[in-house]
């Protein structure tokens, strides 16, 4: 016979619909532990406690996160964030979710300060603001993950299969400034990073989802069963609830086969790596000032020719790395003359492009570019970057409001590049990024199936975050092309990290920060068909879909009955 309070919280809105008997949060002083009632249904844990644990979900996803690096936390870090998620209402659910992302956010990114304040020149309170403005928005994805589980589950659905879904889904529809994905967690631990070939960061982040998931499921039963072995008030009527063996199950089993086949596909890969053609590949890293580039060409020239004089085949410069703007009506005579032609070897050159305008009262159009060089200087190829840094390389609606590049003075006037074709030099195609272009798969997917190279490289200045964690970050998360399409990915930074990445993820060799240095490494030429790249982001988008689904249907009841069933 149940209570009037049982009744009372069995028949609370769950914000859109009231398919499901989802009980209201309990009140902060109530007991912590959640309890089922007779119909199974669960009353979610006091308001402050699960505020506290999605803030600690944030921090641990920090801490697990590259940078720190202490990336087996990434197989715990979700797990009090899906504890307090359960039974709470989808708005409820939203917050939990956006607290997390908050405190994530705000740690993780720290290094956004230094970037809103060297870019827009506004005073450091007013960036501090925008900063957490900022990671208020990014905070929007976990968030976004937070409501699609919320809504699944009031109306029925598996919660384990509706929170794994709403994270996928939130990793790929949610649009961010700064993209990043869970996945990259386990840069260094490369043997749990291979299954990126077949499903992309994603997948790799759905792995590890998989064992929060479990670790969760045993949390949760034992919150459940916390008042009947402690005398409390659930008693004989209130059965206790049996233990999801198949979220435990497949939380164990998903790391063990990523793991598994991490270990067959790295050694698959590393025999392919031998039989393919080797090249010594020279990276200048110069260390120039933001805004001061005066020894730019000077130390580009220098560090060249000496990587040339130590067998380098090919050699490639940072993003922008020499700041002169050539005229795009004669920039491959101007290049080579003032530039390529003393180097005398091929290089990935790094610079501007500048277009005139056809009329003296409009503005030209500004190029960031990376241009392939033959060993006698003679331009073969150019690409225009198409991801546009936002405060950095363009000022949002400041075409729209120009007075807003009088309020920030050190915003670019760049526009963005059309071509997805690779520059082509001795019979080989390089799929070239430039900055944070390495970060994104569905692009660098659009650059192998366009041009099918057999290198990877990557132009970056990363100066603007300061010496911070954010060099660190940016090549964990670039790893994973390196996987996915298992090619050698070239990185040549302004001030750090460069590094040449090898097709199962490890580093070859790499430089240190804010450090003026030349690097030589080994690569090779590869070509390889994977599944990611075969099929790219269409299972996920279908995924999406179903957890959108979830969301706005309620489960059938005959499929309730079946699963009691069993």
């Known amino acids: 016979m149940t209570t009037a309070h049982q009744q009372e919280s069995e028949a609370a809105d769950v914000g859109g619909g009231a398919a499901e008997h989802l009980p209201?949060?309990?009140?902060?002083?109530?007991?912590?532990?959640?309890?089922?009632?007779?119909?199974?249904?669960?009353?979610?844990?006091?308001?402050?406690?699960?505020?506290?644990?999605?803030?600690?979900?944030?921090?641990?996803?920090?801490?697990?996160?590259?940078?720190?690096?202490?990336?087996?936390?990434?197989?715990?870090?979700?797990?009090?964030?899906?504890?307090?998620?359960?039974?709470?209402?989808?708005?409820?659910a939203a917050l939990l979710g956006w607290i997390a992302g908050f405190v994530m956010t705000m740690t993780g990114f720290y290094w956004l300060l230094e970037m809103l304040r060297v870019f827009s020149g506004f005073p450091t309170i007013l960036c501090t603001v925008f900063m957490a403005i900022l990671c208020a928005y990014q905070a929007g994805r976990i968030a976004l993950c937070g409501w699609l589980y919320g809504r699944a589950e009031a109306r029925g659905w598996p919660g384990a299969v509706a929170f794994a879904l709403a994270f996928v889904t939130s990793e790929l529809v949610y649009p961010l400034l700064f993209p990043w994905?869970?996945?990259?967690?386990?840069?260094?631990?490369?043997?749990?990073?291979?299954?990126?070939?077949?499903?992309?960061?994603?997948?790799?982040?759905?792995?590890?989802?998989?064992?929060?998931?479990?670790?969760?499921?045993?949390?949760?039963?034992?919150?459940?069963?916390?008042?009947?072995?402690?005398?409390?008030?659930?008693g004989p009527s209130r059965p206790s609830r049996p233990l999801n063996r198949a979220v435990v199950a497949v939380g164990v089993a998903a790391p063990a086969l990523a793991a598994v086949y991490g270990l067959v596909r790295m050694?698959?890969?590393?025999?392919?790596?031998?039989?393919?053609?080797?090249?010594?590949?020279?990276?200048?890293?110069?260390?120039?000032?933001?805004?001061?580039r005066r020894n730019a060409v000077k130390i580009h020239l220098k560090?060249?020719?000496?990587?040339?004089?130590?067998?380098?085949?090919?050699?490639?410069?940072?993003?922008?790395?020499?700041?002169?703007?050539?005229?795009?009506?004669?920039?491959?005579?101007?290049?080579?003359?003032?530039?390529?032609?003393?180097?005398?070897?091929?290089?990935?050159?790094?610079?501007?492009?500048?277009?005139?305008?056809?009329?003296?009262?409009?503005?030209?159009?500004?190029?960031?570019?990376?241009?392939?060089?033959?060993k006698d200087g003679e331009i073969l190829g150019r690409y225009d970057k198409q991801y546009l840094l936002a405060f950095g390389e363009y000022l949002p609606l400041g075409d729209t409001i120009p007075y807003l590049y009088t309020l920030s003075p050190n915003s670019g006037r760049f526009s963005p590049g059309t071509s997805l074709a690779p520059l082509e030099w001795d019979g080989h195609r390089i799929a070239t990024m430039i900055c944070y272009e390495d970060i994104l798969p569905h692009f660098v997917n659009k650059l192998v199936a366009e041009g099918d190279p057999d290198l990877l490289v990557n132009l970056t200045n990363d100066a603007w975050f300061g010496d911070s964690t954010e060099p660190w970050i940016h090549l964990a998360l670039a790893k994973m092309r390196a996987i996915e399409h298992r090619r050698y990915l070239v990185r040549a930074t302004n001030s750090g990290v460069s590094a040449i990445v090898d097709p199962v993820g490890r580093v070859v060799v790499q430089s240190d920060t804010f450090k003026e240095q030349s690097l030589l490494g080994e690569a090779r030429f590869m070509r390889a068909q994977t599944v990611y790249g075969t099929v790219k982001d269409i299972p996920w988008y279908v995924a999406a879909v179903v957890s959108v689904a979830m969301a706005l249907f309620t489960r059938p009841e005959s499929l309730r009955l079946r699963r009691a069933e069993r």
């Open 24 to 92: 209201r949060p309990e009140a902060p002083g109530s007991a912590s532990a959640p309890r089922a009632s007779a119909d199974g249904a669960v009353r979610p844990l006091p308001a402050r406690l699960s505020y506290g644990l999605a803030a600690l979900s944030g921090f641990l996803y920090f801490l697990g996160f590259p940078g720190m690096d202490l990336w087996p936390i990434s197989f715990f870090g979700l797990v009090p964030l899906i504890v307090a998620l359960r039974g709470q209402t989808p708005r409820r």
């Open 181 to 234: 994905y869970y996945g990259a967690s386990v840069h260094n631990a490369p043997v749990m990073g291979q299954v990126a070939d077949l499903g992309g960061p994603y997948l790799v982040g759905l792995v590890l989802v998989a064992a929060n998931l479990a670790i969760a499921e045993l949390v949760k039963l034992w919150l459940d069963r916390a008042p009947r072995e402690a005398g409390g008030d659930a």
């Open 267 to 292: 050694r698959a890969v590393d025999a392919a790596v031998a039989a393919a053609e080797p090249i010594k590949i020279g990276i200048v890293q110069p260390n120039l000032a933001l805004f001061d």
């Open 303 to 374: 560090r060249t020719q000496e990587l040339a004089k130590q067998g380098a085949g090919l050699v490639v410069w940072s993003e922008a790395g020499v700041p002169q703007a050539f005229r795009e009506s004669a920039y491959k005579t101007e290049v080579q003359r003032s530039l390529t032609g003393r180097l005398g070897v091929p290089t990935v050159v790094g610079t501007v492009i500048h277009r005139l305008p056809a009329d003296r009262n409009e503005r030209g159009v500004s190029f960031n570019t990376a241009l392939m060089a033959g």
